[in-house]
């Protein structure tokens, strides 16, 4: 199924999703850039019963979103949603098809409060635009990138990177 999303600057984003669920935190994430505001200038925001049930997981856990196991190949849409949405400090994206994360790292240049990120069990073989933003952003505290193909001159890398971060890494 294919959506398309319009964007508050006049653009619109063409994406296909299985999954009404994920489409739908998707959709909630762009919308919504500050999840945790539940007041507007003193009015209330108008929501749909989708968009609350996001909220209320947020709000709950504290900006955790999983979105694992969801069969995502492309995280370009998500790291849009990443960086327009600063109130995620842990993101899951566990078990999906995910191979290039180059716009997830570009993500993480602005989005300064995630402290935690799960890329394991997917099937990213370079790590080398991460390693680069690691080297200047200091939030993320944690990171697992097991069970992925990650090519040995990168593992060398992203370990040193990390461990003069002292970000805790799981490979």
Not at 39 to 54: A, M, T
Not at 74 to 103: F, M, Y
Not at 106 to 112: G, M, R, S, V, Y
Request: proline share 2%.
């Amino acid at each position: 199924m294919a959506v398309t999303i319009p964007m508050r600057s006049g653009s619109e984003i063409r994406w296909s999703c299985q999954s009404a669920l994920l489409r739908t935190r998707l959709l909630v994430l762009l919308k919504m850039p500050r999840l945790r505001s539940l007041y507007q200038k003193r009015k209330k925001v108008e929501r749909s019963p989708e968009q609350r049930k996001l909220y209320e997981a947020v709000e709950k856990k504290k900006g955790y979103v999983d979105l694992s196991n969801q069969k995502i190949e492309d995280v370009i849409l998500l790291a849009k949603a990443l960086k327009a949405n600063t109130s995620i400090k842990t993101l899951k994206l566990a078990s999906n098809r995910i191979q290039d994360i180059s716009a997830l790292a570009d993500a993480l240049k602005t989005n300064t409060n995630l402290i935690k990120l799960d890329l394991s069990y997917n099937d990213i073989k370079d790590v080398s635009t991460l390693v680069k933003v690691l080297k200047t952003r200091t939030s993320l505290q944690w990171l697992s990138l097991s069970k992925n193909a990650i090519q040995v001159e990168n593992q060398k890398e992203i370990k040193m990177v990390c461990a003069e971060k002292k970000i805790k890494l799981e490979i």
